[in-house]
């Protein structure tokens, strides 16, 4: 009975699964099946945070329930929970294919919480194919048939993430070969050695963690992510923008403290990583203006700035990385819940597309900016302590170049997320119409504005949460 309860989350996002397929087989209103996912995620979310804390192990101890899965899967579900929130009557998905729809992110959302457990190379694989290929079926499931470009988004998404499948299973035959043993336990305490003695170890790493680098959009596998945010219909967008960068996250963590807390040539790569792709990031965000194109360069750039909390290796960086994966979820869903209703039909948005947002609808223009100040990393925002959190546990962990360079890197940043907000606030008024938004509407932008403030200015509770779900890595 203990391991159901343990177990349960996942169990709970099953049951949406299978709901969503039995609706699918009728005529259900968009409104009853958003209804259903919000409660099967809160549910799932509740239950996660009910066993915090607990300990178990299933599937022949190839999945681990500890602190750190259930924190994260918290995250998850209430990811999923507000990705629903954020666009009810799903005005850019195919009628049709709404039950469907749903059913998919509940399948991707399955895989990531699976993902969160997984201790064992063969299942950590697994859990990331379920999480991927899902949203393959997603992608076309837009309502743009003059253009067809979901189409095209998806087929990019699934060769990509194909490339990145291949290498990662490559990395993990050498990691199976050097070590003899799929088995992250087993591995930890002979990684550590092989790293500093055996050549092959470090592009095995490398190679192992391509397939989270690809959920993460880190340079060099980022390529996609531009195309496929611009593709995807908004509601898709905003999932693919958040929940697997949360997923992939957890699994960073899990992978990296394998080959301990030194100083490496394996810390160094990741160190080069991190920096390329937050630099190349933000130079190409600069010239970006179409609103999803823009994000999607920023989350690369992003990208780049988790990782450093990551390679830090300590407590701080380690804990830091989970609360900026937090505030990562709740600033970008906050911008793409701006997007999702001032796009009528479900459309792509460019900048001029904001002017006189302000006057239109207050709300959405003060939602827009508090996410794009986030973003930025300007206090008192959750943006500005994560990026404070992960710059000091670098710098502590001896990288005070990388941290110049992040700094730099941050302060570039700042020019596009105030172009945004300058198009939102400083330009004259279009004459466009008011924009109404219902009740459940309305608060959420009130949710989004109060977490990502409250949670930048009072950090004390998720960290410690934090600090003690990494207390159990190696």
């Known amino acids: 009975m203990e391991i159901v309860l343990l177990f349960l989350p996942e169990l709970i996002l099953i049951a949406l699964t ?3 397929f039995f609706a699918s087989l009728g ?23 009910a066993t915090f804390g607990q300990e178990g192990f299933l599937f022949f101890e190839a999945y681990k329930i500890d602190t750190l899965s259930q924190l994260f899967k918290v995250i998850i579900c209430l990811g999923l929970l507000l990705v629903a929130w954020s ?20 399948i991707s959302t399955f895989g990531l919480v699976l993902m969160s457990s997984s201790v064992e190379l063969l299942t950590i694989f697994l859990a990331l194919e379920i999480a991927s290929y899902a949203m393959v079926v997603a992608i076309p499931f837009r309502n743009e048939a003059a253009t067809r470009t979901q189409f095209e988004a998806a ?8 490339a990145a499948s291949g290498l990662t299973l490559f990395g993990m035959s050498y990691i199976f070969g050097l070590t003899g043993t799929t088995y992250l336990v087993e591995i930890a305490p002979l990684l550590p050695e092989l790293v500093a003695t055996q050549p092959l170890a470090i592009p095995a790493m490398v190679l192992l963690l391509c397939g989270f ?12 992510t531009p195309d496929v945010y611009e593709g995807a219909a908004n509601e898709t967008t905003g999932f693919l923008a958040t929940l697997p960068k949360v997923g992939a996250v957890i699994l960073l963590l899990r992978l990296v403290t394998l080959a301990g807390v030194d100083v490496t040539a394996l810390t160094w790569a990741l160190g080069i990583l991190a920096v390329v792709s937050m630099t190349v990031g933000n130079l190409a965000a600069l010239v970006q203006g179409d609103l999803k194109r823009l994000l999607a360069y920023s989350s690369v750039a992003h990208a780049g700035y988790l990782m450093l909390g990551i390679m830090a290796g300590n407590p701080l960086g380690m804990a830091g990385a989970i609360y900026y994966a937090l505030g990562y ?6 911008c793409f819940y701006v997007i999702y209703h001032l796009s009528p039909s479900g459309g792509n948005l460019s ?15 003060m939602t827009l900016a508090v996410g794009a100040f986030s973003l930025a990393g300007i206090p008192p925002t959750i943006g500005f302590t994560g990026k404070f959190l992960i710059f000091t546990s670098a710098y502590q962990a001896g990288f005070a170049g990388l941290v110049i360079l992040a700094l730099i890197n941050a302060a570039i940043s700042i ?14 008024d279009d004459g466009g119409a008011a924009i109404r938004l219902g009740i459940g509407t309305r608060s959420l932008g009130v949710v989004f504005i109060a977490s990502i403030v409250l949670v930048g200015v009072l950090p004390q509770g998720f960290m410690a949460l934090a600090r003690q779900a990494v207390a159990v890595l190696p």
């Open 27 to 49: 005529r259900p209103s968009a409104g009853l099946i958003q209804g259903a996912v919000i409660v099967f995620t809160a549910a799932a979310a509740i239950s996660a945070a």
């Open 415 to 428: 020019f596009f997320y105030l172009k945004v907000v300058r198009a939102a606030y400083l330009t004259s």
């Open 351 to 365: 900048l001029d597309d904001l002017q006189g947002l302000y006057r239109r609808s207050p709300l959405l223009a």
């Open 87 to 106: 666009g009810p009557g799903l005005k850019g998905i195919e009628s049709n294919l709404r039950p469907e729809y749903y059913m998919f992110l509940a």
């Open 213 to 224: 680098f690809y959920k993460l959009a880190l340079f060099p596998l980022h390529f996609w």
């Open 329 to 334: 979820l709740l600033m970008n869903l906050a």
């Open 155 to 162: 087929i990019k998404y699934i060769l990509f993430g194909a």
């Open 18 to 20: 299978l709901f969503c």
